[in-house]
């Protein structure tokens, strides 16, 4: 006789999510955790009419037991396994465990230091933080690989422990210069370099000046500039509700959409750019970078909403041969660039041409964990709206996420209500200093109570550090 394979678990429950939507199968879905005699497990659960049972396990605690789960390899962490749990799973009441409800698991997140984070960081650890923003150093839009835009803002934040990069996700920004308690953030690894980002369950609360000082921020991003050597651009096209669509002919007046299961007006088709460019800098080092969309428009003059052939845009990126291309980039992913004259060759910041590359392997892979992360992050799915221009509609999403999560304040939802002006100024990927911009994005907000203007002492102070070279904090 064989034995049938013993697919029973007994926990805890925590951290019950709230019911998310997959896009790709139109199925439901929520997660937990399951704090087991070990170890936690992550539980996924598609039987979501059994959401209130999972909330009030874990509010009251109770020991469960979950028979004929599915295990299934982690998604999030490698090595381990994801436990699954489907309409056959059936979920009883443990009599007793022999081990207790931990308060320490990660249904409580522990307020800490920069310093104690970065000291032992564990990826995807939720941790809270309170820390002063000390510069904007990224903005884009990041966009899934379902085509769901959403906004993300990096900044240099501190306290005065230590310095790291926080990724926040959603139209908002925060104003340079105050201080912040996030929580709810978590701890990722982007090349070499720990960095911390909300998730929807973040909440960011302004609150009064912890510290006059604070720890100088490590830089995590590094410049460089050289010759364009290879370059090849992509476009993807994109329905008015965000499909990808495999062929556009731009003289026709209609495209079919499979996604949509009908036909859109090919007027309001939408492209995205992406680039692959090689550098070849002083030294005769060859290095790759991607450049998205939104850095591409704005290097090349092509404003948002328009469509040129990608061999043109090769060809201006080609074109000055006067010109270096110089680049502020994280690894392979790069976060701004422009064309600088030859003459300005004296500032290269020699750091940079002594930075080994990393392998191609290791950047797809932060490329991927970026995308990974923003899935895992934000795969609701909201409604979409056919009438919504794409720009309109991107935003609204990004806004009703917001609501949802209540990731702000009332008083930091005051600050910058213009993402999208933000984004589509030719500037916006600065040209300019970080200071500029966050004068810009805060000064535009008429309704704010909070002082835009950001401590002279610590933007000089940044800006003298973002060409540090990036001391890795972990092996
Ligand atoms: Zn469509």
């Given at each position: 006789m064989l034995k049938r394979t013993k697919t029973e678990v007994e926990g805890y429950l925590h951290d019950v999510s709230p019911v998310k939507e997959a896009a790709e199968r139109k199925s439901k879905y929520f997660t937990a955790s399951l704090q087991e005699a070990t170890k936690n497990s992550r539980v996924v659960i598609f039987d979501v009419q059994r959401h209130h049972l999972f909330t009030s396990a874990q509010n009251d605690r109770t020991p469960v037991k979950l028979t004929d789960v599915v295990f299934s390899p982690s998604r999030q962490k490698k090595g381990e396994t994801d436990i699954l749990v489907n309409q056959g799973t059936s979920f009883t009441c443990a009599r007793k465990l022999d081990f207790a409800f931990d308060l320490c698991s990660e249904t409580i997140i522990l307020h800490q230091t920069l310093q104690s984070i970065l000291h032992e960081p564990r990826e995807y650890q939720r941790v809270n933080i309170t820390v002063k923003l000390l510069c904007l150093t990224e903005q884009t839009e990041s966009m899934t690989r379902r085509f769901k835009k959403m906004e993300r803002r990096c900044y240099d934040v501190a306290d005065e422990t230590g310095g790291i990069s926080l990724t926040v996700w959603g139209p908002e920004a925060l104003t340079v210069g105050k201080w912040y308690k996030v929580t709810n953030t978590s701890v990722r690894l982007f090349g070499s370099c720990f960095c911390l980002s909300t998730s929807p369950e973040s909440h960011i609360t302004m609150v009064p000046d912890v510290a006059d000082e604070v720890a100088q921020i490590v830089s995590n991003y590094k410049t460089t500039q050289g010759e364009v050597v290879t370059a090849d651009v992509n476009i993807e096209y994109l329905c008015p509700k965000q499909h990808s669509l495999t062929s556009v002919n731009a003289s026709t007046l209609m495209t079919r959409c499979q996604q949509c299961s009908a036909f859109c007006r090919t007027s309001k088709i939408s492209s995205v750019y992406r680039a692959k460019v090689s550098l070849q800098d002083k030294c005769g080092t060859i290095t790759t970078f991607m450049i998205e969309d939104i850095v591409l428009r704005t290097l090349l003059n092509v404003p948002k909403g328009t469509t040129v052939e990608t061999d043109t845009l090769v060809g201006k990126l080609f074109a000055d041969e006067n010109s270096l291309l110089q680049v502020k980039y994280r690894g392979q992913r790069v976060m701004s660039a422009e064309f600088v004259a030859l003459e300005c060759e004296t500032t290269h910041e020699p750091s940079t041409s002594t930075t080994p590359t990393t392998t191609a392997a290791r950047e797809v892979t932060d490329d991927m964990s970026d995308t990974l992360m923003l899935e895992e992050l934000f795969e609701e799915d909201t409604k979409e709206r056919a009438s919504d221009p794409q720009n309109e509609q991107a935003l609204k999403q990004g806004e009703q996420k917001i609501n949802k999560a209540t990731l702000f304040t009332k008083g930091t939802i005051?600050?910058?209500?213009?993402p999208q002006k933000s984004l589509s100024a030719d500037n916006a990927i600065n040209h300019r200093s970080d200071a500029d911009k966050t004068k810009t994005s805060a000064g535009?907000?008429?309704?704010?109570?909070?002082?835009?203007?950001?401590s002279a002492k610590h933007l000089k102070k940044t800006q003298g550090n973002n060409n540090v070279k990036a001391n890795k904090k972990n092996p």
């Open positions: 005051a600050a910058s209500k213009q535009s907000d008429k309704t704010s109570s909070v002082s835009a203007e950001p």
